[in-house]
């Protein structure tokens, strides 16, 4: 099974039905003094290694509505138009589209008209003001940090006002784009720590060809138990967002968000060895057929469950253990983060007691730790 399946599917940080390896697969949520240009504004780096492109034409035109409404003027068919053609607009249609949902002008029409969005219009404006002024090319700089030399940022953002409250990675192939619900309870470091969460998944997306040559020669179902293993990627991604191991990954969430990741990482063993079943249970035939991986992949996923809480926790005891490239090398093939994180625990360079993943597991994948690290798989 593709990881890319997976990841176009997820449902975590920032997605409702996202991806395994963005991406995800799942969870997300722009530069200052973009106010008269922001609308297709690129931002670029002489080294060429970003091209980030923020788009907030289709919140713009739904604002602009809205201040008609407030006034009590009639909205023109001219405010529509302006509306339907916009790049976001017309891009979220056909995602929408694509996962063969319904998605009519009319019905995002009678949307825009409805009450309860216009009573929300003075903090959504005031929210894209904000959200304006962060720089998010700032934010893709320090995303590299956490990536291969290689790796390359090409990513368009729109901070959008639709009916569902999901943000999400779009067509990370062909024209990588993050979807933002405009969300006023969000905050600007908030909002700014999702992005960077994205644009990681994004960056890493870039390097697809090369990630993914290692795993030819494995048996079928060990194949996909470790292309199941690039959604621990939303792991490293929440690391990599935060900016190091020291900071918590929730520093400019709510407080319930904050509880919540706390309470998850703290059962952290008993959530290692249930994706572990999973894998084996790939692995020996006990789950079989794109369709089953992918339902039991998903459960993984949560609010921001194994994939992320697993993830993450490796890939803080492999930096801390071994330094930053080893943990970048890692992000190149899953398989080795888990090889990695074992030599890890087997030289007692965490602080605590921590388990191991099966040696079975790891034979069967042919995981090999980061270089420098001997194998650890007997």
Not at 293 to 304: C, N, P, S
Request: net charge neutral; charged share 25%.
């Amino acid at each position: 099974m593709n990881a890319a399946i997976l990841a176009s599917n997820r449902v975590g940080h920032t997605s409702d039905a996202g991806a395994w390896r963005r991406l995800r697969p799942r969870h997300a949520a722009l530069v200052a003094g973009l106010a008269a240009f922001l609308a297709l504004a690129p931002c670029s780096r002489a080294d060429d290694a970003v091209r980030l492109t923020v788009d907030t034409s289709e919140s713009d035109a739904v604002l602009a509505i809205l201040a008609r409404r407030a006034a009590g003027e009639a909205v023109p068919e001219s405010d529509w138009q302006r509306l339907f053609e916009t790049e976001p607009y017309r891009r979220l249609k056909l995602r929408e589209t694509e996962m063969k949902r319904s998605f009519e002008d009319a019905d995002f029409k009678a949307f825009v008209l409805s009450e309860p969005l216009l009573s929300q219009a003075g903090t959504l404006r005031d929210t894209l003001a904000a959200w304006k002024r962060t720089d998010l090319e700032e934010s893709a700089r320090s995303v590299l940090a956490y990536l291969p030399a290689q790796a390359r940022i090409r990513a368009k953002v729109f901070p959008v006002i639709k009916p569902k409250t999901n943000s999400f990675v779009f067509d990370l192939k062909n024209d990588p784009t993050i979807f933002l619900y405009l969300d006023p309870a969000v905050s600007t470091p908030k909002f700014a720590n999702t992005v960077r969460h994205e644009l990681h998944h994004i960056g890493l997306g870039s390097l697809g060809a090369d990630s993914e040559a290692g795993l030819k020669g494995l048996p079928a179902p060990a194949k996909a138990a470790a292309e199941c293993m690039g959604a621990f990627g939303e792991g490293m991604a929440m690391l990599a967002a935060a900016g190091g191991p020291d900071v918590h990954p929730h520093a400019d969430s709510s407080p319930e968000d904050r509880a919540r990741w706390d309470r998850d990482v703290a059962a952290f063993a008993a959530n290692l060895r249930a994706v572990e079943q999973f894998f084996l249970d790939v692995i020996d035939g006990r789950i079989q057929g794109e369709d089953a991986i992918r339902e039991k992949g998903f459960t993984f996923f949560g609010v921001q469950g194994p994939w992320y809480t697993v993830g993450w926790k490796m890939a803080v005891v492999v930096e801390t253990a071994y330094g930053r490239q080893a943990l970048i090398e890692c992000m190149l093939d899953p398989r080795r983060l888990l090889a990695t994180y074992n030599r890890a625990v087997e030289e007692r360079k965490t602080s605590g007691p921590l388990p191991a993943w099966s040696k079975h597991l790891l034979r069967a994948v042919r995981a090999r730790p980061a270089s420098g690290h001997a194998p650890s798989i007997g």
